[in-house]
Structures are given as C-alpha cells and as structure tokens.
C-alpha cells in the first residue's frame, strides 16, 4: 500500500508540474488612467492594450489592469497590488508624470521593470523606461518654431504639478542657447475651473508667446481664458494637450496652437525613407479600424512601441530565465537597456544604462490646430 501510494504521489508530483509548465505566462501588470482629469489622455492607453500580443515566443501574456485616476497615491498602490499580490513580471504605466515618478520607489527596490506611458527622468532610476519622447527633445523642437518666427519673450502658464514644472525646466536649455527669456510664471490646478488672474498675470508681462504647460481637456481653459482677453499671439502647448476633447472644449480658440507630437500622428505623410513609417501606418491602420477613423494618437502609439519593446525584451529573457522570476524580470530589463535604433510607430529608441528615454529629433513633429483639427505644420 505505501508503494502504491508513493507511486500515486509521484504521478500526481508529475502531473503539477506539467501543468504548471502548461500554465506558464508572463504576466504584465498595466496601471491605465480612465478616470479623473486626465482621462481624456489616457483612453489612448487602455484602447491599445486590446491590440497587444497575447503570445511572446510561444509564451501566454496576461495583462492585468488596474485604474489610478491620475492619482500619485492610487498608482503606488496599483503598482505594490501588482508587484506583491499578481506577481507580475513588468508593469506598463501610468501615464501623468507625477504618478510615474512616485512609483518608482516601488518597481526599483522590486527589480520590476517598468514601462511609463508619461515622460519621466527615467535615467536615475535603473527599473522604469518610457517612450514618451523626452521633454528635453520635444521642446527643442517647439524653440526652433519660436526662432524661425522671431520670439525673444515666452510667458509660461502652466500645471501646478510635477509635470508644468518639468515642462517648464525642459523648456530652460533650448531657450538659453536660442537667446529667447521667460518674462512670466504662472501656474493652475488640473481641477480648477477659472485661470482668469494667471492670464491677466502672463498678459501684463507682454510676451511675444505664451507656452501651456497643460494637457488633456485643462489645457483648453487657459486658450479659452486668452481668447477671451483678445491675445493674438502664439501659444504653444505641452504634448498631451491635442486629444479630441481640447478642440471640442476650446473651439475657435485654440485655433493656431502649435504642439510637439510623436511622428505617428503625421503616419502617411512621413518621407518613405522615415525609421517608423512602416510601423506607424500600419499601427494607425490597425487602431483606427478597431476604435474609429481618425482615433489614433500620440499616447496610443507610446503604449504600443512599449509592447514592441516588451516583446523585444522578452523574447531575449525567455533565453536566459522563466517568467514569474527574478532573473526573468532583470533580463527584461537588461534587455531594454541594449535596444539599438529599434524603430516602433512613434518612436526610434536607443536606450543604455544610463538613458532610459532614448529618443531623439526624428521622433517628434510639430502640429497646430487648423480648421478645427490637428494638422501637420510643415
């Protein structure tokens, strides 16, 4: 009898292991933003992880989502949820900056790569990457529209957060070297309803242009405010701030605007020769076929040369480890670090160890708002 049930536990020791070979998966957590202020932004997101591959190598992929509101705190939660309780192999996410940055005293510690739709300074921190094009890169783009149209004043309204500060900091370099000053620095909640003092503020200064540092549905407040008053000159904006609901807010009012976008938006316009033309097409194709003509945008084609990189990454650590392990989720990211020139649909990547963002000029275009919609400015 002990034989038989040694046998019988032997082939049941068999059988768990087979179907735990079976059920191997690589789990990706994806912390999206549904709700809140910058909801508006992040329908880009959550709509692109419906494309995503569901195999890597032969491997299952299970995406397990969660929605921080654009809250700093929620998304720390989220990410400990996702790391602790799920077990997840990469988190994808979130998107506003200063959710980004406050996760990352969570994924780093964890060894637990990290993919952020928003922009971050993702070189000090060993775990998160993103492909959102640097600030530093998309307002040197922005200062050479101002150069060739001879501004030499800017006044900034923007965020009262971590990002209308970033912006504003990003802005500072390209400025300098272009011989162009700040002559004035206001700043507004993403929840306030009124910006009337900050605009009467920045008009008193007499700027040649005036730079939003907003995005989503805010950034149609201040345009508004400003049309209002009668301020004929340029506005620039941050790249989060041309999604459908900033022209369905602000009307004729953001008519002009001029923002730094990913080459995705322009797709068919780009020169054949272009690193992400092929991908950017057919990506465009792809989402607007699923989510309506003309639904593409720049945070959807940021979530979706994130899962091109994952698949990159991950098809290289299946070689070296199994999911679920730490060695599986260093060599993701690893991996990531050795990306070379690798060309998605809104971006070219070259990442290093110590450049967790590496994008440069031929992964931005400008475009304004022009008869009502988002336009290449050529």
């Given at each position: 009898m002990n034989k038989l049930w040694m046998k019988t536990g032997i082939a049941l020791a068999a059988m768990v292991c087979a179907a735990g070979a079976s059920a191997q998966e690589i789990r990706v957590g994806v912390i999206i933003t549904a709700t809140g202020p910058a909801a508006a932004i992040g329908v880009g997101n959550r709509n692109t992880v419906d494309l995503m591959p569901r195999q890597i190598a032969g491997v299952p992929?299970?995406?397990?989502?969660?929605?921080?509101?654009?809250?700093?705190?929620?998304?720390?939660q989220g990410a400990r949820k996702l790391i602790d309780s799920d077990?997840?192999?990469?988190i994808m996410g979130p998107l506003v900056i200063p959710a980004c940055v406050a996760t990352a005293a969570v994924v780093n510690p964890a060894k637990t790569p990290q993919l952020c739709f928003g922009p971050v300074a993702a070189e000090a921190n060993p775990y998160q990457f993103s492909a959102a094009v640097s600030q530093g890169v998309l307002m040197a783009a922005v200062v050479e529209?101002?150069?060739?149209?001879?501004?030499?004043?800017?006044?900034?309204?923007?965020?009262?957060?971590?990002?209308?500060?970033?912006?504003?900091e990003a802005l500072?370099?390209?400025?300098?070297?272009?011989?162009?000053?700040?002559?004035?620095?206001?700043?507004f909640a993403r929840t306030d309803t009124s910006v009337g003092a900050q605009v009467l503020k920045v008009l008193?200064?007499?700027?040649?242009?005036?730079?939003?540092?907003?995005?989503?549905s805010p950034a149609?407040?201040?345009?508004?405010?400003?049309?209002?008053?009668?301020?004929k000159g340029q506005v620039y904006l941050a790249t989060g701030a041309f999604v459908p609901d900033f022209i369905r807010l602000g009307g004729k009012a953001v008519e002009g605007a001029i923002a730094p976008m990913g080459p995705l938006v322009a797709a068919e316009s780009l020169p054949d020769s272009h690193p992400v033309k092929r991908r950017a097409v057919e990506f465009k194709r792809l989402y607007d076929a699923k989510f309506g003509p003309g639904s593409t945008n720049y945070f959807a084609g940021v979530s979706w040369d994130e899962s091109l990189w994952l698949v990159e990454a991950a098809t290289q650590a299946l070689k070296k480890a199994k999911p679920g392990t730490q060695e599986f989720r260093v060599a993701i990211r690893d991996a990531l670090e050795g990306l070379k020139d690798f060309p998605g649909a809104n971006s070219v990547a070259t990442m290093t160890p110590k450049d967790h963002v590496g994008m440069d000029a031929r992964s931005v275009v400008l475009q304004d708002v022009r008869g009502g919609a988002f336009q290449l400015l050529k």
């Open positions: 992929v299970r995406y397990i989502t969660l929605d921080d509101g654009g809250d700093p705190g929620a998304a720390v077990k997840v192999d990469v529209n101002m150069k060739a149209k001879g501004i030499k004043s800017l006044a900034y309204l923007g965020f009262s957060d971590s990002l209308g500060e970033v912006v504003k500072r370099p390209s400025m300098s070297a272009a011989g162009i000053s700040f002559v004035a620095d206001e700043r008193a200064s007499r700027p040649d242009a005036i730079f939003v540092g907003a995005t989503g149609a407040l201040p345009m508004i405010a400003l049309a209002e008053r009668g301020f």
